[in-house]
């Protein structure tokens, strides 16, 4: 009988000390997240073209090859936004610019989207441009448009029907963010989904909250 009951009393403590366990863990997986933002050296920073120019917790592009990280060969680039007009990057100059790259089957960019909701109303003098990744095919216009107002984001979206933008950023994984200050200068690139944390540090690397 006795050893029953210790033998009882030995489960119970080895059920509470894995549920404690457990929960620690989800509690430090949740709040812990690498910082995958990369600051680029002011010798390797590329300017964004001014107005008058003409010119992996990521996932791949289906059918699409993976390919080193991007780096921004200084193009500017063509997208539509919600209302069918051809808006430039450039076009968008002047103000500091978080620039992401997503798309409505990619399971990363959604999870991260709601922390861009939370940036975008808190830092009104930055320019979100979210672009995506319309290939008409496995994303369009029309997929984009209704996941966004399922989910009331309220953020600018822009759509890269022609991939004018990825082919600038040699963008072919997702979600991909960039940071370009007021200068037009890109300071810091991210691969992957980023936490809010993080996404307001990079946002803290092109305004004044430093």
Do not use: H
């Amino acid at each position: 009988m006795k050893k029953r009951f210790l033998l009882f009393v030995l489960i119970i403590a080895t059920l509470i000390f894995t549920s404690s366990c457990k929960a620690l863990y989800n509690n430090l997986a949740s709040s812990y997240a690498p910082n995958n933002i990369e600051t680029l050296p002011k010798s390797s920073t590329t300017t964004m073209p001014s107005q008058s120019t003409t010119s992996d917790t990521s996932e791949q592009t289906p059918s699409e090859d993976d390919s080193p990280a991007s780096t921004w060969n200084g193009a500017d680039f063509t997208v539509l936004d919600k209302d069918g007009n051809e808006i430039k990057l450039s076009d968008l100059a002047g103000k500091p610019i978080v620039l992401n790259f997503w798309a409505t089957w990619c399971g990363y960019c959604v999870k991260e989207m709601p922390d861009f909701q939370t940036a975008y109303e808190k830092y009104t003098n930055v320019q979100f441009v979210m672009v995506n990744v319309t290939d008409g095919y496995y994303e369009t216009i029309t997929s984009a448009k209704e996941f966004v107002a399922e989910k009331d984001f309220t953020f600018p979206i822009y759509f890269d029907t022609k991939s004018s933008a990825t082919a600038a950023f040699d963008v072919n994984s997702y979600p991909q963010t960039f940071f370009i200050d007021a200068n037009g200068t890109l300071v810091a690139k991210a691969r992957g989904m980023i936490s809010l944390e993080n996404l307001e540090y990079g946002i803290s690397l092109i305004t004044e909250d430093k």
